[in-house]
Antibody, heavy 126, light 107 residues
Framework: QVQLQESGPGLVKPSETLSLICNVS??????????WSWIRQPPGKEPEWIGHIYDGGKTLYNPSLKSRVTISVDTSKSQFSLNLNSVTAADTAVYYCSRIKAIKGGLWFRYFFDSWGQGTLVTVSS | DIQVTQSPSSVSASVGDRVTITCRASQEIGNWLAWYQQKPGKAPRLLIYTASNLQSGVPSRFSGSGSGTDFTLTISSLQPEDVATYFCQEGNIVPYTFGQGTKLEIK
């Protein structure tokens, strides 16, 4: 059973870059059939999909964050990472990494999130 | 973006009751909807995907139905461990929006 674990700083200053790593056990981050995602959840609100990576390095991002987000993968370490630059207080949230359940319907894949890390709270404050 | 609206925002029911939560999408999404359970301080857990398919390991008292724009999550017989917040999520179009959540409590 896949296990995911987030790590990174819990406090980031405004205008700086938020960087997190997700370590993956019992699954391959380089698999062509597995997709890996970052999701965040501000306190008391619903989750928000940030983006995902698949097929060894292809990415798809939330349009609202696309200009500030980079997701990358390090297959040698079985991990993938999130960088979010120019952060503000609005980026304060619990950040989760997740495996995607990708289901093909017609020509396209649709995505649900079937395994999650425990989450890590990142606070943006000076 | 597709908007997904859940109702009610909170519900209180007794052990053994049948509980229903609804999710409405702002445009047709076929059956591309999932339901999650989130307990305090924990990550969400996938319960149902493609509107009605039970995720492995999820108790059979949970079921999902619907297609198009209107969807339902049903708990057939509420158990104390079902106290949680429940979210729906559309999986059809970026940015795969989640509903605002329904908080379920025991009377």
């Amino acid at each position: 059973q896949v296990q995911l674990q987030e790590s990174g700083p819990g406090l980031v200053k405004p205008s700086e870059t938020l960087s997190l790593i997700c370590n993956v056990s019992d699954a391959s981050v380089s698999s062509k059939t597995l997709y890996w995602s970052w999701i965040r959840q501000p306190p008391g609100k619903e989750p928000e999909w940030i983006g995902h990576i698949y097929d060894g390095g292809k990415t798809l991002y939330n349009p609202s964050l696309k200009s500030r987000v980079t997701i990358s993968v390090d297959t040698s370490k079985s991990q993938f990472s999130l960088n979010l630059n120019s952060v503000t207080a609005a980026d304060t949230a619990v950040y989760y990494c997740s495996r995607i359940k990708a289901i093909k319907g017609g020509l396209w894949f649709r995505y649900f999130f079937d395994s999650w890390g425990q989450g890590t709270l990142v606070t943006v404050s000076s | 973006d597709i908007q997904v609206t859940q109702s009610p925002s909170s519900v209180s029911a007794s052990v053994g009751d049948r509980v229903t939560i609804t999710c409405r999408a702002s445009q047709e999404i076929g059956n591309w909807l999932a339901w999650y359970q989130q307990k305090p301080g924990k990550a969400p857990r996938l319960l149902i995907y493609t509107a009605s398919n039970l995720q492995s390991g999820v108790p059979s008292r949970f079921s999902g139905s619907g297609s198009g724009t209107d969807f339902t999550l049903t708990i057939s017989s509420l158990q104390p461990e079902d106290v949680a917040t429940y979210f729906c999520q559309e999986g059809n179009i970026v940015p795969y929006t989640f509903g605002q959540g329904t908080k379920l409590e025991i009377k």
